[in-house]
Structure formats: C-alpha cells, structure tokens
C-alpha cells in the first residue's frame, strides 16, 4: 500500500462494514479502506462493544474490545502491508467511541481521526501524548444521545493531552448531515 492513506472504518449501532465505504471514496477516493463489523450484537445490531443502557457505555467492555481493536489493527497492517500510522480513522457514534477509545489508550495505532458523534469513552484515565493527533469532531448542537456538554468535555480532553482539534456543530440531532460531511471533506483535504 505504500505511502497510501488507509480508511478505518467504524460504523454506528446497528450498521456493518458496509456503512461507511461511499463516505470514505466521497472523502478520498485514493484512499485504502479497511472497514470493519463490531464484534458484539444487541439485539440484531452490531456494536463495537457493549453498552448497560443507551447512551451508557460499559467500560469493561470498551476496554476489552478496545484491546481487541489494537491488536487486529496491528495484525492487519502487517498481514496487508501498512503502518498504522497510515490510518485514518473514520467513526460515527458507536464507531466513533471505541475510536476515542483507541486514542485514549494508544498513540501509536492512527494517523489522524474524524470522530462523528462520540461520547467521552471513560473518565479519569491518563491519557498518552496525542500532540501528533489531528483530529475533527462532528457534533449536533441538539443531539440528544451525545449532549453538547459531553462533546465539549471530549474536546477538552484531548486538547489537554496535545491533540488538534476541530470541532463541527450541527443541528440534525444524532444524525449525520451533508454539512457535517462536507466540513470533515474540507479538515481531511487540509491534513
């Protein structure tokens, strides 16, 4: 794959691989995609890991799969021919919380990041230098599974462990809009 950026693909509750692929080519057309299916089922949706009630994350299960995440990201860079550090990550909600979670664990597994509507993945955790991390955060002023608050806690979070970043607000909810598409195009054009 060479110098070639690749996609990391990380879809919402109740989503598959398949999700995410047309964003990523809207994106970068040139990039590599590794897209992935969460690994637990709730109730005939896949999830990345386990959640006690909506809008609460198991942490428990975060961190294992979290783990989990890691180690496969580094079998598959070796298995196709990349270096995480080419990685890209592209998360929405569910996606976007274990991708949080990778950055708060690991600062060697991603390039950069856009974080569609995560939630803070664990509190009171020492995070590990991020100054090389980019990363956009899309964000609904109304969004009423990821309050504002919460996004801003994110923000701040990881702008004290060194991260840059740029923060979208919308006001489509939870959802994803064609705006908040168009701003993460114009942050990963700028890269």
Same mark, same amino acid.
């Not at 909506?54 to 979290?66: A, H, N, Q, R, Y």
């Not at 006001?171 to 598409?181: A, R």
């Given at each position: 794959m060479g110098n070639t950026t690749v996609f990391l693909l990380l879809h919402g509750t109740g989503g598959d691989e398949h999700d995410m692929i047309q964003l990523a080519k809207m +994106?970068?057309?040139q990039a590599g995609i590794l897209s992935l299916r969460g690994n637990i089922n709730e109730n005939g949706m896949n999830r990345f890991f386990e959640r006690k009630a909506m809008g609460i994350l198991d942490e428990v299960s975060l961190k294992k799969e979290t783990d989990k995440l890691f180690e496969f990201l580094n079998a598959a860079a070796a298995h196709y021919g990349f270096k995480t550090k080419q990685l890209v990550v592209l998360g929405y909600s569910n996606g976007a919380n274990i991708a949080s979670s990778l950055l708060f664990h690991y600062n060697d597994v991603l390039y950069q990041g856009m974080?569609? $509507?995560?939630?803070v993945p664990t509190r009171n955790?020492? &995070?590990?230098?991020?100054s090389n991390q980019r990363l956009? +955060? *899309?964000? *609904?002023? =109304?969004?009423p599974l990821c309050l504002p608050e919460e996004?801003?806690?994110?923000?701040q979070i990881f702008i004290e462990?060194?991260? @840059? +970043?740029?923060?979208?607000? *919308?006001? =489509?909810? $939870?959802? &994803? @809009?064609? =705006?908040?598409? =168009?701003?993460?195009s114009m942050w990963y054009e700028n890269l």
């Amino acid at each position: 794959m060479g110098n070639t950026t690749v996609f990391l693909l990380l879809h919402g509750t109740g989503g598959d691989e398949h999700d995410m692929i047309q964003l990523a080519k809207m +994106i970068d057309p040139q990039a590599g995609i590794l897209s992935l299916r969460g690994n637990i089922n709730e109730n005939g949706m896949n999830r990345f890991f386990e959640r006690k009630a909506m809008g609460i994350l198991d942490e428990v299960s975060l961190k294992k799969e979290t783990d989990k995440l890691f180690e496969f990201l580094n079998a598959a860079a070796a298995h196709y021919g990349f270096k995480t550090k080419q990685l890209v990550v592209l998360g929405y909600s569910n996606g976007a919380n274990i991708a949080s979670s990778l950055l708060f664990h690991y600062n060697d597994v991603l390039y950069q990041g856009m974080l569609l $509507h995560p939630m803070v993945p664990t509190r009171n955790t020492e &995070l590990p230098d991020l100054s090389n991390q980019r990363l956009f +955060i *899309g964000a *609904g002023e =109304n969004d009423p599974l990821c309050l504002p608050e919460e996004t801003k806690e994110l923000e701040q979070i990881f702008i004290e462990a060194g991260a @840059s +970043i740029t923060t979208y607000w *919308g006001n =489509n909810g $939870h959802s &994803l @809009s064609q =705006n908040e598409l =168009n701003a993460a195009s114009m942050w990963y054009e700028n890269l």
